[in-house]
């Protein structure tokens, strides 16, 4: 029987932090170890020139995170993994669907709304991003999404997008779904009621840091009044957060974690979430350390797998081309 297809990408636009990993990477690995799905992973470096950026910078950026995919797990003998402006397809795509797609959808976009009102300039590829997300996701007839919460209302958008191009030219795309994982949402260690976010580096714990670094940044993250360690994001956000993550890292359950930690106190609380944290990361750490001295191998692994979804992309965008008339 055929896989279902599973896309995800991840912006060049910085050093990940948890929440990207326990989100998103982390799930990404899981998905492609179960051997359920045909596996698309790729750098959205497109999408991550839509904000200020160093054009010096890029490359190490796109690099550095490959390096990244293969430590934390990825595996091009299971995965395609490709570099999205190697894949030209995925841009002509997103101009069909341009035109299709209602101006008024893309104003909904919270991130838009979030990133223009900080931006100096608000660039036309700021706007469009979504549908450029959507040639992403649909070039290759997805089945599944695995993303963070705050990309969901961008994966609607393309559910409309295929909506709108079959009713108009006729069926080709099918509407794909998103798979979260149980810490959708990592919060900032600054603010609980915000995201983790690379924007906003104080607020991170990076998947590169060293186990001073964590904890130093775990013993500093805001908890919340009372003394009480329980489960609950409404009343006790910072340390729902802190349960949350050490949740993921240890893969046991939120009952038992509640369980070890009842009558402990917050610093006990985050002493135990910096060492598994610290834990955790150490594979990836040292892998990712021989990783980043070989950019050769890491260019030429992109560049095979960009050739290897360009043929299933092209194939896609032959046949969007022709049910609008474009193709002879
Ligand atoms: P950022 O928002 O930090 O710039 P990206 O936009 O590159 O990160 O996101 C890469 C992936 O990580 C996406 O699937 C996104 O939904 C997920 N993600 C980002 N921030 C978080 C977070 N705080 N918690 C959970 N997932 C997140
Ligand atoms: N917009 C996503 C983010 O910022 C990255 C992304 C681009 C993506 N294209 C995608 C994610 C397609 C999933 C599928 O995190």
Same mark, same amino acid.
Request: some cysteine; glycine content about 6%; aromatic content about 8%.
């Given at each position: ?184 949402? &990592?919060? =900032?260690?600054?603010?609980? !009621?915000?995201?983790? #976010?690379? /924007?906003?580096? +104080? *607020? ?88 980043? &001295?070989? =950019?050769?191998?890491?260019? !030429?692994?992109?560049? #095979?797998? /960009?050739?290897? +979804? *360009? ?18």
């Amino acid at each position: 029987m055929k896989r279902q297809v599973l896309v995800s990408g991840i912006q060049p636009s910085g050093k990940l932090h948890i929440g990207n990993y326990l989100g998103a990477l982390k799930n990404f690995v899981e998905l492609q170890n179960s051997g359920k799905y045909d596996c698309f992973f790729f750098i959205a470096d497109l999408h991550s020139i839509t904000e200020s950026f160093d054009p010096k910078k890029k490359q190490k950026q796109i690099l550095e995170l490959a390096a990244d995919f293969l430590a934390a797990g990825l595996n091009p003998k299971k995965s395609t993994l490709f570099l999205q402006s190697l894949v030209p397809a995925h841009t002509e795509l997103a101009w069909i669907f341009n035109t299709i797609t209602p101006m008024g959808e893309l104003e909904r976009m919270t991130q838009y709304k979030d990133k223009s009102a900080k931006a100096e300039i608000v660039n036309a590829g700021l706007f469009t991003y979504p549908t450029l997300m959507a040639a992403d996701i649909l070039l290759y007839n997805t089945a599944a999404v695995p993303v963070g919460d705050d990309q969901l209302q961008h994966l609607e958008l393309a559910r409309t997008i295929v909506r709108k191009f079959n009713g108009r030219f006729g069926r080709i795309f099918t509407e794909p779904k998103g798979i979260l994982t149980h810490t959708p949402r &990592v919060m =900032s260690l600054r603010d609980s !009621s915000r995201k983790m #976010s690379k /924007s906003d580096p +104080a *607020s991170c714990l990076f998947l590169d840091d060293s186990p001073e670094e964590i904890h130093d940044k775990v013993k500093r993250a805001v908890t919340d009044s009372g003394s009480e360690i329980k489960y609950d994001p409404k009343e006790k956000p910072g340390v729902s957060n802190l349960l949350g993550i050490y949740s993921a890292v240890t893969g046991r359950p939120m009952r038992d974690v509640e369980k070890e930690f009842a009558g402990n106190t917050y610093s006990h609380l985050k002493e135990r979430v910096a060492f598994a944290l610290a834990e955790h990361f150490r594979e990836y750490r040292n892998k990712k350390a021989g990783l980043m &001295v070989k =950019s050769a191998a890491l260019k !030429s692994l992109l560049v #095979s797998g /960009s050739k290897k +979804a *360009s043929k299933v992309a092209e194939k896609t965008l032959f046949a969007a081309k022709k049910k609008v008339g474009l193709s002879p």
